[in-house]
C-alpha cells in the first residue's frame, strides 16, 4: 500500500510539472513556423516517403502525402511544412491545391539550420538562390566575349523547381511552369534585374502546364507590356546564332552548349548528319569544325549537311537556320536544309543505301513527362513503354545510317525517360539488336 501511495504522489507531482522549455535539437523549421502569427500548416508524409524527398527530389506529389494539419487548410501559394511520419519537419516549401505535386520542396532541414535567413522566407530564399546561380555561372567564365547565351538558372539544378532563365545578351528569358514563380513574379524580376549585363527580361509562361497547376490562362498574361524584340543574335563558342522569342522553348537550347562544341573537334574530313537540327545549332559547329561531304548529285567536296526537322515545325526552325547560315558567312549553295519527317528521311537513306560518319539525332520530347511522373509513382509504365518504343524507332533507324566506326549523338528531353534509366536501357538494348 505504501509503495502504490509513493507511486500515485510521484505521479500527481509530474503531472503539475510546467512543460520542459524547448531544447536546442527542436527543428529549426518549427521553431520559426511557431513565431508565425497565422502559423503555418505541415504536410505530413506516408511510412516509407520520406527519404526521396530528403535526396533532393523537390516535388511532393499527392499519393506520398498521409494528411495536412493546419486549419484553415493551406490555399495555393502558401507556405507549408513537410513533415515525416512522427511530425518533425524535414523541409518547408510552397502548396499547390490543384496539382498532382501538392508541395514543391524549397529548403531541407539540414539547410535551414545551416543558413536560418532563409527559413520559410521565400523572397529572401530567391535572393539568395538566384545569386548563387550568377556567382556560379561567373565562375564558369559566363558570360564570356566568345559566349553570352548561356542557362542562368536551372529549375532542380539550382534548387527553383519551376523556374528557368535563360541569358541572351542583355535579354533574359524567363520560363515560368509553376505556380509559385507566377506568384512571386515580381521578386523574380527584380534579382534578375540587378544583373549589370541585363536590359531586357521576357517572360515567357508555359501555359499547359500551368493550366495543370490550377491558373486561369487570363491570369497570364503579361503584367507589363514586353519591349522585348521579336528576335535577338547571340555569342556561343565563337559563333553567331539568331534566336526567335516565340521559338521553341526559350529561344535557343542553351543546356546543349558543351556538346556543339564537342562535336566541333571531332568533325573535321566527316560527312555529318543533324537530325531534328531547329536552329541548326549543331550543324554550325560541324561546319566551322571542317566537317567535309562528298555529295552523290556531283564528284566534287562540299561542305554539307542535311537538316530534318518534324513537318510540322520545320519552316519557322528552317527560316532560323538560313539565317544562321548567313550570318556565319557560309555559303548556302553548299548546304542542304531538308523539310522531312525523319523517320521517314532516314527510311529513304536507308533504301538508298546512304550513311554518315556522324549522325546527330535530337529529336522534340516523346514523353509527357508530368503524366509519366504521376504514372511512375504508381508503378505503372504503359505511358513510359510508348515512349520507350518511339525512342528504339528513331535510333534504330539512326544507328543503320551511322557508318561502320562512326559517332552517334544521340539526345532525349524527356526527363522521365532519363531518370528512370529507360533511355539508357533502350539503347543498349537496341545496339545489342543492330
Same mark, same amino acid.
Given at each position: 500500500m505504501l509503495q502504490l501511495q509513493a507511486r500515485l504522489i510521484k505521479s500527481?507531482? #509530474?503531472?503539475?510539472?510546467?512543460?520542459?522549455?524547448?531544447?536546442? =535539437? !527542436?527543428?529549426i523549421l518549427q521553431r520559426v513556423a =511557431? =513565431?508565425?502569427?497565422?502559423?503555418?500548416? /505541415?504536410?505530413?508524409? @506516408? /511510412?516509407?516517403? !520520406?527519404?526521396? #524527398? /530528403? +535526396?533532393?527530389?523537390?516535388?511532393?506529389?499527392?499519393?506520398?502525402?498521409?494528411r495536412i494539419i493546419g486549419r484553415p487548410p493551406p490555399k495555393t501559394g502558401d507556405i507549408v511544412l513537410v513533415a515525416d511520419g512522427t511530425e518533425t519537419p524535414i523541409g518547408w516549401g510552397l502548396y499547390n491545391s490543384v496539382s498532382m505535386f501538392c508541395v514543391r520542396l524549397m529548403q531541407l532541414e539540414e539547410e535551414a539550420t545551416r543558413d536560418p535567413s532563409c527559413a520559410l522566407d521565400m523572397e529572401?530564399?530567391?535572393? !539568395?538562390?538566384? +545569386?548563387?546561380?550568377?556567382?556560379?555561372?561567373?565562375?564558369?567564365?559566363?558570360?564570356?566575349?566568345? !559566349?553570352? *547565351?548561356?542557362?542562368?538558372?536551372?529549375?532542380?539544378?539550382?534548387?527553383?523547381?519551376?523556374?528557368?532563365?535563360?541569358v541572351f545578351g542583355d535579354l533574359a528569358v524567363v520560363a515560368s511552369s509553376a505556380a509559385w514563380v507566377e506568384k512571386y513574379k515580381s521578386q523574380v524580376e527584380?534579382?534578375?534585374?540587378?544583373?549589370?549585363?541585363?536590359?531586357?527580361?521576357?517572360?515567357?509562361?508555359?501555359?499547359?502546364?500551368?493550366?495543370?497547376?490550377? %491558373?486561369d490562362a487570363s491570369d497570364l498574361k503579361e503584367l507589363h507590356p514586353s519591349t522585348c524584340p521579336q528576335r535577338t543574335k547571340v555569342l556561343e563558342n565563337g559563333i553567331s546564332y539568331s534566336i526567335s522569342l516565340e521559338g521553341q522553348k526559350t529561344g535557343f537550347y542553351a543546356d546543349q552548349r558543351e556538346n556543339r562544341k564537342f562535336l566541333s573537334t571531332i568533325s573535321r574530313g566527316r560527312k555529318v548528319l543533324d537530325i531534328c537540327c531547329y536552329s541548326g545549332g549543331f550543324a554550325l559547329n560541324a561546319a566551322k569544325g571542317g566537317a567535309m561531304s562528298i555529295t552523290e548529285s556531283a564528284s566534287r567536296s562540299l561542305l554539307t549537311w542535311s537538316c530534318i526537322q518534324r513537318v510540322d515545325t520545320s519552316l519557322p526552325a528552317l527560316e532560323l537556320a538560313r539565317e544562321n547560315i548567313a550570318l556565319n558567312y557560309l555559303d548556302p549553295e553548299k548546304i542542304s536544309l531538308l523539310r522531312e519527317d525523319a523517320n521517314e528521311f532516314m527510311k529513304g537513306a536507308l533504301s538508298r543505301n546512304e550513311s554518315w560518319?556522324?549522325?546527330?539525332?535530337?529529336?522534340?520530347?516523346?514523353?509527357?513527362?508530368? @503524366?509519366?511522373? *504521376?504514372?511512375l509513382m504508381y508503378e505503372k509504365y504503359a505511358v513510359l513503354q510508348s515512349a520507350s518504343g518511339?525512342?528504339?524507332?528513331?535510333?534504330?533507324? *539512326? %544507328?543503320q545510317i551511322t557508318r561502320r566506326g562512326g559517332l552517334l549523338m544521340t539526345c532525349s528531353c524527356s526527363g522521365a525517360m532519363t531518370q528512370s534509366g529507360m533511355f539508357l536501357r533502350t539503347l543498349q538494348g537496341e545496339k545489342s539488336q543492330s
Open positions: 500527481l507531482s #509530474f503531472s503539475r510539472l510546467p512543460p520542459p522549455a524547448p531544447s536546442s =535539437s !527542436t527543428s =511557431s =513565431s508565425q502569427p497565422k502559423g503555418v500548416a /505541415k504536410v505530413v508524409l @506516408k /511510412k516509407g516517403k !520520406t527519404q526521396l #524527398f /530528403k +535526396n533532393g527530389s523537390p516535388m511532393v506529389y499527392s499519393g506520398a502525402v498521409d529572401n530564399l530567391l535572393e !539568395t538562390r538566384i +545569386n548563387a546561380a550568377i556567382e556560379l555561372r561567373r565562375g564558369l567564365g559566363l558570360p564570356s566575349d566568345a !559566349t553570352n *547565351a548561356y542557362r542562368l538558372v536551372n529549375s532542380e539544378g539550382d534548387r527553383l523547381s519551376g523556374l528557368i532563365v535563360d527584380a534579382c534578375i534585374s540587378g544583373i549589370d549585363e541585363i536590359n531586357h527580361i521576357h517572360w515567357r509562361p508555359s501555359i499547359e502546364i500551368l493550366k495543370e497547376e490550377g %491558373m560518319d556522324v549522325v546527330i539525332i535530337d529529336p522534340p520530347k516523346l514523353a509527357p513527362s508530368r @503524366k509519366i511522373l *504521376a504514372i518511339m525512342y528504339r524507332n528513331l535510333n534504330s533507324l *539512326a %544507328m
